[in-house]
């Protein structure tokens, strides 16, 4: 079965799809990089936009959630304008918003309607605020109770406790303590510490109940401090903000990768075997969901990590421990654990997490439901869920006879974390179709295609120069119905892009200046030119092995390699396919010939083609081709660890493509190749 793809290119709108099907998947292996933090890219946006100065914000996340805060604050006056991939420029307005009424509609993003609100109510304006109809059943009440206690003039419009608002200029008073409550969101009180410096005056703030979801309050304080403000704060119950205090802008700021989406991933890669790697937060991280490793531990996932990645691979004694845990820290990452509960050796209970009632959707009830799909008890609380998995349990390898027709259709109630979590269910060996996956876009449109780029099997075929190897892949591709990825023309494109620009060869920085857009697909298109034979000339290969050991263009291509990497599997050959690009590879091989043998099978293809032709000169031009392929510092030609050696000197095309298949049949599980192969 093959996956419907999601076209979610960034800027691009949201495209309509009403389902995705994921196949049954074997493993999970990578490298994902991840967006930028959904909940310190809309602090962020929001504080600099109050900020005195001018505020770069680099790596942001494009998502529903950003883009929906980003307009709003354009609506109000906040000079916001993109600068590059995934930045923008914001221009503060030194305090309050200077634009004194507006009509904001704020999607279902409670990080930018919570906020905003406090922010709007002390900015002296005339404003309605409204969202989705879930946003209108998601509580706000006890933020507008403690706005109300300092004189700020915030309306129900609607339902009682519930937006839409509307906000109408007040005369503020902060000379109590402003009393909230802090168990039914955390981003109540966010909301209160961001805006109350707007005023210039001492405020205090005192938390009435047990807080939740504390470190997303660290988050915030952690960010109101680079803006130049400070909060004095007391256990969680008891915030001061002294007087005189504004924001300013700390000029350029990085936001760290999303560490709640980082959870999918490193749960794919402690189920799937792994490893798996993200990219973008780390030790450093000062996202509270990175505590979510401390739960992967507790199951015996072995973790690895680093300032700036973190790293999963599945338990050394292959089963995932059941566990019993207050997730109230992480309440996001907590539902990726209610899927991984399905592939645990008992009862697993999540506990402490009754906000889950009051997010995008009654995350408690749509999680009892959709695992029930999957054959595991559950049992539903008012804050806690506990889940049995099957009785026969999921496992990503899989016996013979396993159901590869059987399909679980997953509901995701307009709710991005739902899609995300359950193509973890895939895993189990059994396909998943995911109703609406375009609700990803909320926090990580390119969610499905980061997931493809570690469960998608891949083969791995490396060799010298013409040893066969294009040939024998694209047709163990075909026979897979797999995707074909044939790096050489990668550096060939490079090296007839360079020649045309006039670029040196060895010229690293020009050369990787000079790197195609585009991306070869079918035909192989240079600035609209149809380069498909024109790269096959002797004399484009010759360079392409001179650009290829330049380490800029290896880097810039390493990324462009992976992306490729889509299901329902890709076929990969080159010369560092098994080593660098996809060491995880399940199936590695590495295609050669003797020199002369290539020599004369290169020599034959030219006399065919009508070209001129010169034995001994052709099997010099390898031999040094060879030498230096093999020779240079990064990713040299050589059989990588774990790859098998097929010496095509004395065999046919026919049983080339028979020794590597022979090879996937051993080396793939069966649900991998079985149906597939045509
Ligand atoms: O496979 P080919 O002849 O099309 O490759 C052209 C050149 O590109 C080759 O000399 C080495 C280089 N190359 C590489 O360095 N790494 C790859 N993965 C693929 C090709």
Redesign the pocket.
Known sequence: MRAVLLSSFPFFPRVAMTFLDLPALGRAAGCVRLPGSKSISNRMLLLAALAEGVTEIRDLLDSDDTRVMIAALQKVGAGVTACGMNSVRVTGCGGVFPVKQGELFLGNAGTAFRPLTAVLALCGGYYRLSGVPRMHERPIGDLVDGLRQIGADVRYSGNQGFPPLDIFPATLNLATPIRVRGDVSSQFLTALLMALPLTGEAATIEVTTELISKPYIEITLNLMARFGVTVRREGWQHFAIAAGQRYRSPGLVHIEGDASGASYFLAAGAIGGGPVRVEGVGRGSIQGDVRFVEALTAMGAQIEMGDNFIEARAPASGKLKAFDLDLNHIPDAAMTLAVMALFADGCCTLRNIASWRVKETDRIAAMATELRKFGATVEEGADYLGVTPPAVSLAPTFSDNATIDTLATIDTYDDHRMAMCFSLAALGGMPVRINDPGCVAKTFPEYFMAFEQIVAPVIAIDGP?ASGK?TVAQRVAAALGFHFL????L??LTALAATRAGVALDDEAAVAAALPAEFPGERILLAGDDVTEAIRAEAI?VG??KV?ALPAVRTALLERQRTYRRLPGLVAD????ASV?FPEAPVKVFLTASAAARAERRYKQLIEKGMPANMPTLLQDLRE?DAR?AARSV?PLKQAEGAELVDTTPLGIEESVAAVMDIVRRKLPRQEWQGLVT
């Open positions: 120069s294009g044939d790096s050489g023309a550096y060939r290969g392409a092995s290829a080159g010369r560092d396919m690009v081709r392929d990713a």
